[in-house]
């Protein structure tokens, strides 16, 4: 019998339970200016990153591109873990932090290759760190059998505590991809005003362990968003079968859908409004903040092309709005200036760093 079990929240959080924000556009500006979400520029601007010209896609968006030098190959990157989540549930958290450095390589345009990762846990001698350790192994193994995206090296911090107390379970995870031709990558920036915005996956409002929860609403202890592997195998092959289709492409995290849509609208200085939410019985606030898995955005000028590929092979994909003005616009009612939210975007961090 293990010396140990793995603990995790069971109880799911309902959406129409979550109380709404009083205002849409405070929400927002809060969420995209806070710790967790706010700009890291200060941190990667501190050194080059565009040694001898290879760089294709900076720091700043789903994950680097950088181009096999003399070629046209290039390699995405990126690093990703969600603590909280793996908190909350070790398997579940375990399997997000792999298919979210999927998700974001996908969005690039390259194919998933492979991990590595950097495991760091508490004191592993206490039964419920131990618990932690192992559920987080056994989630992202789970994620990488289901997407054939193999861990190739690692190592392990152990022992992380302060006054005794342990670190959030954190399984950093670092994903690779390949892209044959630099031409199909994809930035988060949509390129032109007109340009339609689409989203691929479906929403049913998951805020267990949300930023919205915790941060507005101080209620965070709920099972974390449910992480269907089969989903993000085939909304992942689905993007990379549209890509020649489509301009950019952002894949949804942290703070949801509201908060992928305000950091597409900084990345390209274009407004966007977004009038077709199509969210059925899921409350506006759960469907703007949730952050269900397997989900992308994707600008493009060829809506109708996506939309019937979508239905022809039973990806879920719903048309949002537009790129077009200066300012956010959601549902007619919340909006905030594309410069007011690059503001708040950039605030937190700098002045945290300069204090």
């Known amino acids: 019998e293990r010396p140990y079990k793995i603990v995790k929240l069971e109880e799911r959080m309902d959406p129409a339970m979550v109380p709404a924000p009083a205002d849409y556009a405070k929400t927002i500006l809060q969420l995209i200016g806070s710790p967790d979400l706010s700009s890291r520029a200060w941190i990667w601007e501190q050194y080059d990153h565009q040694v001898m010209g290879d760089t294709v896609i900076k720091p700043g968006g789903d994950a680097s591109v950088v181009r096999i030098h003399n070629s046209k190959k290039a390699l995405a990157i990126t690093t990703d873990c969600t603590p909280r989540y793996c908190f909350a549930d070790p398997v579940e958290g375990g399997k997000q932090a792999v298919a979210e450095t ?40 789970e994620a990488c059998v289901a997407l054939d995206y193999p861990i190739i ?3 392990v911090s152990l022992y992380n505590e302060t006054m005794g107390t342990g670190v959030h379970p954190t399984p950093a995870i670092g994903g690779v991809g390949l892209m044959w031709d630099i031409a199909r990558h994809k930035k988060i920036a949509p390129q032109e005003e007109g340009e339609t915005l689409i989203l691929i996956g479906e929403t049913i409002g998951e805020l267990g362990s949300s930023i919205y929860c915790r941060d507005v609403c101080g209620c965070s202890k709920a099972a974390p968003p449910r992480v269907d592997l089969q989903a993000e195998r085939k909304n992942g092959e689905f993007i990379l079968s549209i890509n020649k289709n489509i301009t950019a492409c952002h894949d949804i995290s942290d703070g949801g859908l509201a ?97």
């Open 102 to 141: 999927w998700r974001n390589i996908i969005a690039t345009g390259a194919r998933p290759l492979a991990i590595t990762n950097c495991l760091n846990f508490g004191n592993p001698q206490k039964p419920e760190v131990m618990g932690q350790i192992v559920g987080c192994l056994e989630g992202m193994a």
């Open 153 to 155: 090296s690692g190592n």
């Open 259 to 355: 908060i992928a849509l305000a950091e597409m609208a900084i990345a390209s200085n274009f407004g966007i409004v977004i009038d077709e939410f199509q969210n059925g019985t899921v409350p506006l606030h759960a469907y703007l903040f949730g952050e269900d898995q397997a989900r992308y955005i994707v600008s493009t000028n060829l809506p109708d092309t996506i939309l019937n590929k979508a239905e022809k092979v039973g990806v879920k994909a719903t048309k949002l709005g537009t790129v077009k003005g200066d300012k956010m616009v959601l549902d007619h009612k919340t909006k905030i200036t594309v410069s007011d939210l690059r503001d708040a975007h950039q605030k937190w961090f700098k002045e945290y760093m300069n204090a």
